[in-house]
């Protein structure tokens, strides 16, 4: 561990360079406008890897744009439309295997931990697009109905998983020499027409009851959720209708209980 990473006013990138180190920088910035209690506007950009003039694979950005409001209903209610895109390849990184001080470890530089993503839940090469609406009636209970719409690439897009790339004991010559890399000469994309891709439709409504300022202290919450999900092939058929023999249905019920000692 690096503590120099811990110090605000020590350039990450500089602190990188005069350690020799093989850390995995990003960029990231947010922007929002509020009218408070009415209104919020908001957008995020994130460049994991940004080269405007080399091939599109290696531009490994994603970005968030979304809108808050209140209803004028005479009761608490949060209303939701937001839409993220993950481009491919981001939160990746090259296997690095040069590395004297580390014994000559391979090691892999992505935006994980554990092989969980640190950053969106979503995957590379993907996009989603969020409805949702709360509503608060009582200081007891609350409930809330939610639309997410999700499309991610399937396994013959390149860049649609958190995986690593670039081994040079495969490649022979690293990063650039891998043909399902970033960084291979003459990478493309063409989002949901370059291959497989899955289509998630996915409606939740839940509802939770507080006994806090009531009898006791615990809350219970349940959820349904109905998951309609099916791949589809631009590439082939010229058209984004269901993949014959590819669509699931799905039906989730959630039961929570959270309880608190007094």
């Known amino acids: 561990m690096e503590l120099g990473y811990l110090f605000p006013f020590i350039p990450s990138l500089f602190l990188q360079e005069t350690t020799g180190d093989y ?50 209903t005479g009761i608490w209610s949060l209303i939701t439309l937001q839409y993220t895109k993950i481009e491919p390849f981001t939160y990746t990184h090259y296997i690095t295997d040069n590395t004297p001080w580390y014994y000559g470890l391979e090691m892999e530089t992505g935006y994980q931990n554990h092989g969980e993503n640190i950053g969106s ?21 609350t409930a809330h109905f939610t639309y997410r719409m999700i499309r991610h690439g399937g396994s013959d ?18 990063a650039d020499a891998d043909p399902n890399g970033a960084y ?60 014959e023999g590819s669509e699931i249905f799905r039906h989730l019920l959630t039961l929570k209980v959270n309880l608190w000692a007094k």
């Open 121 to 141: 839940y979503l995957e590379p090469n993907s996009d989603e697009l969020l409805f949702s609406l709360h509503v608060q009636p009582s200081r007891s209970w």
């Open 184 to 243: 291979y000469p003459g990478g493309t994309k063409d989002f949901l027409k370059d291959g497989t891709y899955e289509w998630f439709h996915i409606f939740s409504l839940g509802a939770s009851l507080d006994f806090r300022h009531l009898f006791a202290p615990m809350k219970f919450s349940i959820q349904y959720s109905f998951v309609y999900e099916y791949d589809s092939d631009y590439s082939s058929n010229n058209s984004f209708t269901a993949i």
């Open 23 to 72: 850390d995995n920088i990003l960029f990231g910035a947010t922007i929002a406008l509020s009218w408070p209690g009415v209104l919020r506007l908001y957008g995020t950009f994130l460049a994991d890897e940004l080269k405007p003039n080399t091939p599109a694979l290696r531009n490994q950005t994603a970005y968030q744009a979304g809108v808050k409001a209140t209803l004028p």
């Open 157 to 174: 897009v390149k860049g649609s998983t958190f995986d690593s790339w670039g081994e040079s004991s495969i490649t022979g010559d690293g």
